[in-house]
């Protein structure tokens, strides 16, 4: 079956715009996971969804950073007034419900903030 | 305490040679430790899976050995390939949600 996809795969935009990343998740999976990826680190946690509900925020850097998630499928990441250090890769993952460990990623939307 | 150290940063290894990752932790209710290979411009794939209740598991060419009393786990790919070339990247997990991931290791196979 599909992947995860992610949408777009390049962003480019001017400092201070705002930015929607897509998320669509494996069928079937009920929970998604946010991460993002700085250039040459690690993976760095944003936040998740189980179901259309956010148990965990915590790794959202700012409130210019938001989440949602409708119908138990599509999450769209926002990012308000992007500054420079926004520019990173964005990464999705999908599991079959919050709990399961095994997360599967899509392939990240690299953004770049100029 | 939500760190995961990882070393090496990078590592070069001749073909059909052993590679080994390391990865530390402090935090004690970690309960599953992935391991993830990543090509560029892709994301993070699933390579190989532990949980604290076992020393070792294999999978083909790769194994993860863990210790607990050490709060240390390895990855050795056995037999390395060029196609492994890849960054690898340790996480942890305790509760099956969010992921901590270590820093990565970039692993060049030499033909």
Redesign the interface.
Known sequence: GAGVSQSPSNKVTEKGKDVELRCDPISGHTALYWYRQRLGQGLEFLIYFQGNSAPDKSGLPSDRFSAERTGESVSTLTIQRTQQEDSAVYLCASSLWAGSYEQYFGPGTRLTVT | QQQVK?SPQSLIVQKGGISIINCAYENTAFD?F?W?QQFP??????LI?IRPDVSEKKEGRFTISFNKSAKQFSLHIMDSQPGDSATY?C?A?N??????????TILRVKS
């Open positions: 990882q599953y992935p993830y411009g892709k994301g993070p794939a699933l899976a990247f996480a997990s509760s099956g949600n969010k992921l901590v991931f270590g820093a990565g």
